[in-house]
């Protein structure tokens, strides 16, 4: 909202955000209920490793959503950018290693495009980023289906080493999401970049006053937004050893890389939050799909304690920072 | 606004270049269409009325090396129980759960419609150890190949449902499939028609492998007769979407003759849009849901259900039981797959069940029957 | 609080002059219209029309509760999931039973006006944003209906519970068959336009939308006004479902996307999202549009799929457009 006055942005010296105390308590109850009422061992390495395995596709795509959320807008569109990379990748390779040059090319390049497009509607166009990313994902979700219905092509063996493959007993994934991640976060914290993403979030006009380019912000956040949905996607792909049409969607990947973020921390406005509150927000979320697997809680009751969830962490952070919302 | 133009160029002509790369007549395999309309025809092994126990041509092999004694853990990963045949197919497996003694724990973990939850799913229960078989139902067919395949290393595994890539599993338990499902509704419809007429088909969703083998078993049937398909409509499982379609379709063309369906959930709607209309009933085809058989028999249709039975989700623990004490199963285990019909519709009428309750669940014996699946 | 007028102006006059200002629409829905019955000429044939508008009346009540929240700068996520609820529970209370219809109705809107109230005071005085309140809602509301159905549709709606939403007074002069559907929906957009531009509650949502501290400090009791709007949303969610459930049946995919279509018809009648600039008849020809362009793309006999593109590319040009020409005439927020 442009008319918003910018909150004084508090001292953050040796305060632990909010966030880390929720996932730790989450953590901790899940273990509790675990250990009296459910099944194994919460705390096994491998039952970790699960939890990480769990957050990574979501967590990539949450990253990126970070930055969307940072600047004011938000992207719905890339659930079906996931399905479109993961099948149009596997579709390149057709199994041939020599061919995945050709793929990272063209679905990065395809995730520029609606990155870009994205942003031009937000800022050029003044549409609304709701309806703007939406009307983008409809026009993905229909050329998709137009074009495959199916799993298309295959990626070969050596892909799946994303996915699958480990360094000493660190699987590879999880280091490639913590470089993300990290990457992520020096952005926002050490570049102009990430400084212009947090002005022009806080408040648009101000930025624009006080000489940022803050169309060109934007529209980079987006394509950051986008470039994460494709990276998900390559992942899906090495993961399922081929893309298919639904994979994005079935995942939810759009509202809750939406929900990861505010979960974690960030404001909806935009403006404050960051990329390690959007980690832990989706670790809490595999948290808690792991407590309900092993405490077996169907997946109906599963729905209706995710949703009050997110209200309830969110009610928890608009109570401590007395911000006005819309 | 002109940098805006050029990125949506960009983005039309890559839409262009992905949509003549694509590929169609994907699904249609013509040697599994043969296998399964020679299968409809053969006669199957097992006790007589009890068709989850029965089994077209199996091949029998030895799982003496999974021999165990019991009590048993079995562990069984969901792709969702997101849509009402899964509903009551899972009812009916928790029942028969319960029929087995030897079964002290029964393990079920949910996907929630989502392949790459399930493969995290499956890691997990290999990773906890406590499980002696795992059953799966995927989500899709290519995708959790390679998390069936690293289970198959750790314990025997049943496939049932949609298939895998890969023979690893001990037994991989369906139906006879989706082609015979698609041929036999376009076969009635074809003998109904003998002048020709107007075909309508009503889809759920484009690319789900199930579903597309039904139409790929249809699609070829019409073409061959002579039969005019006016449209193949996609109207997602929505019965607002279905009825609309259909009226279109009726302001369009007059009269439809015959609607041909992918599966029956929303045949109703279908029918309830020819009744607002004013139409006369076309031939339709459904599947084995209460509604349709209901409204079928009180307004005297002139229809066919092709079923994909829910009794299938017996099957899985009556083979993890034989599994885990060694006795042979078939490695391909094809269930039968009746067509309900005029003369058959009476004994599958079960108006004390609920509106989407499959009659085919094979569980009216079963402990809890009806009140646990909904009925009164 | 640019359409907030003073002084008084007779409601209708008032909705015309808003109509001048965000017309696009009206003129989009014509040509669709006239697309339409190049192709098909029965489609303007009163039944049809009326057929039409039937099949229209779930989607327009929808929109113009949506419209409520989307002015005082909030959205409603969870009209799609009340939309499910409604439809499930109504035929798990009713069980085919006739008798019961009214007092179902009665527990179907007290569902309604729970939900209303509690996604406005979350947002109101917990101060979550409304996308969020309502995305949580939209999850929780879902997870009720299949929890409490068991996954699976139970019982069925009567058919004096249907009949709202399916059946048709025949035989009346030039109209033909006339659902009671429009006649219902008639009636409440009637009274939708009223509440809107003529009382108080239309102007302070307005006026909240447009600038929250100012509405607080002209006086007006925010809180209120916004737990209003949500409630007046879910309200319009129950009755959708209501209708919908009479016209298509029971299924657990009833309400899927529904709060989408009707933010998309909102902003597709020229309200701005975050809030401040609204008008009742264009949300209402908004929703009217989608439901045409739906129509339009079946008759056009394009590939399914692609579909799906059109519509998202027509909802981001409509949109374009509309925000291109408000910036013109000065608002400084686009759509």
Not at chain 2, 113 to 134: T, V
Not at chain 3, 93 to 119: C, E
Not at chain 3, 244 to 253: A, E, K, Q, R, W
Request: proline share 5%; charged share 15%; with cysteine.
């Amino acid at each position: 909202m442009s008319t918003r006055v910018l909150a004084p942005r508090r001292s953050r010296r040796l305060r632990i955000p909010i966030i880390w105390w929720l996932l730790a308590a989450t953590f901790l109850i899940a273990w509790l209920l675990v250990s009296q009422y459910g099944r194994g061992d919460f705390v096994a390495p491998s039952n970790l490793n699960n939890i990480v395995e769990r957050s990574t596709a979501l967590g990539i795509v949450a990253v990126g959503q970070t930055f969307a959320i940072l600047v004011g807008s938000l992207d719905l569109s890339v659930a079906y950018l996931i399905s479109v990379t993961a099948v149009m990748a596997s579709f390149i390779m057709q199994g041939d290693p020599s061919r995945v040059p050709l793929a990272l090319l063209v679905v990065f390049a395809i995730g520029g495009v609606v990155g870009v497009t994205n942003g031009l509607l937000v800022t050029k166009a003044r549409i609304n980023p709701l309806i703007a990313t939406l009307g983008v994902g409809l026009i993905l979700r229909g050329l998709l289906n137009a074009s495959f219905q199916n799993f298309a092509g295959s990626v070969p063996a050596s892909f799946q080493y994303l996915a699958y493959g480990s360094i000493g007993p660190i699987p590879v994934p999880m280091l490639l999401f913590a470089a993300l991640v990290a990457i992520a976060a020096l952005t926002l914290k050490r570049t102009r970049f990430g400084a212009h993403i947090y002005a022009v979030g806080g408040d648009r006009a101000t930025a624009r006053l006080s000489g940022i380019r803050s169309d060109r912000v934007v529209i980079g956040a987006h394509v950051v937004t986008s470039m994460t949905a494709v990276l998900t996607g390559l992942y899906l792909a090495s993961r399922l050893r081929s893309g298919a049409p639904w994979i994005g969607t079935d995942g939810v990947y759009d509202l809750e890389s939406i929900a990861a973020v505010v979960v974690g921390g960030t404001v909806l406005a935009g403006g404050r939050g960051g990329v390690l509150g959007t980690v832990a927000g989706v670790l809490i979320f595999a948290t808690l799909d792991v407590m309900f697997n092993q405490l077996g809680i169907g997946s109906y009751t599963k729905q209706v304690l995710r949703g009050l969830i997110i209200i309830a962490a969110v009610a928890i952070y608009a109570y401590r920072s007395r911000e006005v919302v819309g | 606004m002109h940098r805006l133009l050029t990125a949506l160029t960009l983005l039309f002509v890559l839409a262009g270049l992905t949509t003549a790369l694509a590929q169609s007549g994907e699904f249609y395999d013509p040697e599994q269409l043969a296998f399964e309309l020679a299968a409809m025809d053969m006669e199957p092994e097992g006790p007589e009325g009890q068709p989850w126990i029965q089994a077209i041509a199996p091949e029998y092999i030895d799982t003496s090396e999974y021999a165990t004694e019991g009590p048993w853990t079995v562990c069984f990963s969901n792709a969702g129980v997101n849509n009402p045949w899964r509903v009551v197919g899972y009812t009916t497996m928790e029942a028969e759960v319960e029929l087995h003694p030897d079964i002290a724990t029964f393990v079920h973990v949910d996907a929630e419609g989502s392949d790459n939850k399930q493969i995290s799913d499956i890691s997990g229960l290999l990773a906890s150890g406590d499980c002696d078989i795992l059953i799966v139902s995927p989500n899709t067919t290519a995708a959790l190949t390679p998390a069936v395949e690293a289970a198959c290393e750790q314990l025997p595994v049943i496939v049932f449902d949609r298939g895998v890539n890969t023979d690893c599993p001990v037994s991989f338990i369906k139906p006879i499939g989706g082609y015979a499902f698609g041929a036999a509704a376009a076969n009635f419809i074809v003998e109904q028609l003998p002048q020709g007429g107007n075909v309508l088909a009503l889809r759920i969703l484009p690319g789900v492998d199930v579903l597309e083998h039904r139409w790929a078993g249809a699609e070829r049937i019409f073409a061959d007769a002579g039969l005019r398909v006016v449209g193949a409509e996609f109207a997602e499982g929505s019965n607002a979407m279905t009825k609309s379609i259909v009226e279109d379709y009726l302001q369009l063309y007059g009269t439809i003759d015959a609607i041909w369906m992918d599966a029956g959930a929303t045949a109703v709607a279908a029918i309830e849009a020819f009744e607002d209309f004013g139409a006369p009933y076309p031939i339709i085809t459904g599947e084995d849901q209460q509604d349709f058989l209901l409204k079928w028999q009180e307004e005297g249709l002139t229809a066919v259900a092709p079923t994909f039975p829910t009794y299938q989700w017996r099957t899985p623990i009556i083979a993890a039981t034989m599994i885990l004490s060694g006795e042979d199963v078939p490695s391909f285990w094809v269930l039968p797959q009746p067509v309900v019909t005029q003369e058959t519709l009476e004994s599958y009428i079960q108006p004390n069940m609920p509106p989407l309750h499959y009659a085919l669940c094979g569980c009216e014996d079963m402990p809890g029957f009806p009140e646990r699946w909904g009925g009164r | 609080m640019s359409e907030a007028v003073v002084t008084r102006t007779p409601a209708w006059k008032l909705a015309l002059i808003g109509v001048g200002k965000v017309a696009p629409v009206f003129f989009v829905l014509l040509v669709l219209i006239v697309w339409i019955t190049i192709l098909n000429p029965r489609f303007i044939e009163p039944t049809f029309f009326l057929n039409f508008l039937r099949r229209s009346a779930p989607l327009m009540i929808l929109a113009a509760g949506q419209l409520f929240v989307v002015v005082s700068g909030g959205f409603d996520l969870s009209q799609g999931s009340l939309v499910t609820l409604t439809v499930l529970a109504g035929a798990l209370l009713a069980f085919g039973d006739p008798a019961t219809t009214w007092w179902v109705i009665l527990v179907l809107y007290g569902i309604g006006l729970l939900v209303g109230v509690f996604n406005g005071s979350v947002t109101s005085f917990l101060r979550v944003p409304s996308f969020i309140t309502t995305l949580g809602m939209l999850l929780t509301l879902k997870g009720i209906a299949l929890l409490w159905t068991g996954g699976a549709p139970r019982g069925s709606l009567p058919d004096n519970f249907r009949a709202f939403g399916r059946a048709t007074i025949d035989d009346v002069p030039v109209l033909g068959r006339l659902p009671w559907a429009v006649i219902i929906l008639v009636l409440l957009a009637a009274f939708f336009i009223y509440l809107f531009h003529r009382t108080v509650l239309g102007k302070h949502a307005l006026a909240v939308g447009d600038n929250q501290r100012a509405a607080a400090l002209a006086g007006i009791n925010v809180h209120l006004v916004r737990i209003s709007a949500f409630t007046i949303s879910s309200l319009s969610a129950v009755t959708a479902g209501i209708l919908l459930g009479g016209f298509s049946g029971v299924s657990i995919n009833v309400g899927d996307g529904l709060e989408l279509e009707a933010i998309s018809a909102v902003v597709l009648g020229g309200a701005a999202l975050l809030g401040g600039r609204g008008n009742m008849p264009a949300a209402l020809a908004g929703a009217l549009t989608l439901q045409a362009l739906f129509t339009l793309l079946n008759f056009l006999g394009l590939p399914s799929p692609l579909r799906v593109t059109v519509q998202g590319a027509i909802i981001i040009g409509a949109v374009g457009f509309a925000a291109w020409r408000a910036v013109r005439a000065g608002h400084e927020r686009g759509a």
